[in-house]
Structure formats: C-alpha cells, structure tokens
C-alpha cells in the first residue's frame, strides 16, 4: 500500500508540473531573434515549432502599412541594400521606414548578413514583412503542421518624441494596428505590449477586451503601474530589475509578471522558481 501510494503521489506531482508547464507562456523575442533573422517570418515558424509565443514589433511604412520591425530605420548591422552592398551608418539615418513607401522597404534584404551578437541565427535571405502577411503565414503554418494557434504579443513602437516623425501618433497607431488584428480575428489571442502608457491607455479604453502589457526597464511593481491608469494584465519588466517579492506582489494585485529579455539558462531557471508567469527570450528553445 505504501508503495502504491507514493506512485501515486508521484503521478500527481508529474500531472501537476506539466498542468504548470502548459500554462507557461514562453515567448520568443522577436520571434526567436538567437536562431532566425529577427521579427522575420522564418524566426516566426521556428518560435511556432518551439511552441513559443510570437513576440514582435510594428512600425508604419509611408502609406501606415503596419509592418514588422523593431527599429524605425534600415538598420546597417542586419540589413545589405537591394544589389547587397553593404549599407553605413550614414546611410540608415536616411532610411526611414515612416518615409519609405513599403515596396521600398521590402527589397532591403535581412537574413544574410552575419550578427556576431547572435552566432547561432541560421543565414536566410527574408526581408521586413506587412504585419498582415506574417499572421496569414503564421496562421497556415500552424495549420498545416498541426500546431496550436498561434499566440501573439505585439509592441507599439511609439515615443512622444516620434509622433508624426517616426510613427503615427497613438490614436491613429492604435486603431490602423487593431484594424488589422481584427481583419485577421486573432484579438482573443493576441497581448498589446508597450513601454509608452499612451497606448496602453488607448486600448484599455476603446478594446477593454484586449490583454496589456506594461514593458519596463527599471524601478518595481509599484512605481511602473503608477503610470497607468488601470491594471494592466501583464507587467513585463527588464529581468535584471526583477525580485522575488515583485513577482508576489504582481500575483496578489492579480496582475501576471512577464520578464524579458532572458537568455541565461540560470536566470530562467531562478525566474521560473519564483513563479513568473511566463519569459520572453531570444532562444525560445532554452525555454
């Protein structure tokens, strides 16, 4: 009897660790920006093989077409020009995709040149994708491979110092992005994430339905939610800034605790034992 009991105590646990692993939300940075070209939609179907979240970032094109990008500029250390020369840091001050018409912005070529920051991201030519085009590509890959739906966490890419400049201003970012989140019915699946409140504020008031994101990257639970005027779902904080109490308090306040950006195996581990409710990472697969 005793040794019937202790497999079944063992049963339990076993159902209850994987009950915990299930409700895990691993997030792949910018789609998984360690072994695929960054917020591309091959980094996209690699975070969806690894059963990850699909973190990314929206910009705007000269017509506001919402496309995929964390920087507002072409950037010279990930992209070639079109005929792939190498392109300057002069040059990428030039190239600003809030100026850029999109066929403009679709030939620059992302993928091929090498990022020592990233040794293992695998060399695939790709480019910056519509934000419509890569959730129509997530959503037939995970269908076709028989994968889970795909999970989206999307960042505004909004200051007050770019209104107008580098980006819409909130109002019309907010309502071109949900736009095209509501054309494609993925609102119930998808997290708006922001480091500028002003957005947050938005969606709170216009799409309560939709799950926040407050992104931070100093000061504790208290200070960062100070800035809003409601309680957002999540708080993402920068994971160096992260203590073990803050992830109690953020529980208890019912507000879940997403850190980012971890790569260290030791730093997840430690996170996952205080009980973060989920961790964006650039390798998706140490997750």
């Not at 500029?73 to 005929?83: H, T």
Request: glycine letters at 4%.
């Amino acid at each position: 009897m005793k040794n019937l009991f202790l497999l079944l105590v063992a049963m339990v646990q076993v159902v209850m660790l994987r009950a915990q692993d299930a409700q895990f939300d691993k997030q792949g940075h910018r789609g998984c920006r360690g072994l695929m070209p960054e917020n591309s939609i091959p980094a996209m179907k690699k975070a969806l093989d690894l059963g990850a979240t699909l973190e990314m970032d929206i910009s705007f094109s000269k017509e506001k077409i919402a496309i995929v990008s964390h920087d507002q500029y072409i950037l010279s250390s990930i992209a070639l020009k079109p005929n792939a020369d190498t392109l300057s840091k002069a040059e990428e001050k030039q190239l600003m995709l809030y100026q850029m018409p999109y066929h403009a912005i679709r030939e620059y070529i992302y993928g091929r040149k090498p990022y020592p920051a990233f040794p293992q991201q695998q060399k695939v030519d790709t480019y910056v994708p519509k934000l419509e085009e890569l959730i129509d590509s997530a959503e037939t890959y995970a269908k076709q491979h028989h994968l889970r739906q795909p999970r989206y966490n999307i960042e505004t890419k909004t200051s007050p110092e770019g209104d107008n400049i580098l980006h819409p201003a909130p109002e019309e970012f907010v309502r071109l992005l949900m736009k095209v989140i509501r054309e494609k019915h993925i609102a119930s699946r998808t997290i708006i994430q922001s480091f500028d409140p002003r957005t947050l504020e938005i969606i709170h008031q216009q799409y309560p339905d939709m799950k926040t994101a407050l992104l931070t990257s100093n000061l504790g639970v208290k200070q960062n939610l100070a800035t809003l005027t409601f309680k957002p779902t999540i708080w993402s904080p920068n994971y160096k800034s992260v203590k073990e109490a803050d992830v109690q308090l953020c529980h208890q306040k019912g507000i879940q605790i997403i850190p980012w950006t971890v790569n260290n195996p030791e730093e997840i581990q430690k996170l996952k034992a205080w009980g973060v409710d989920g961790i964006i990472s650039d390798y998706p697969d140490r997750l």
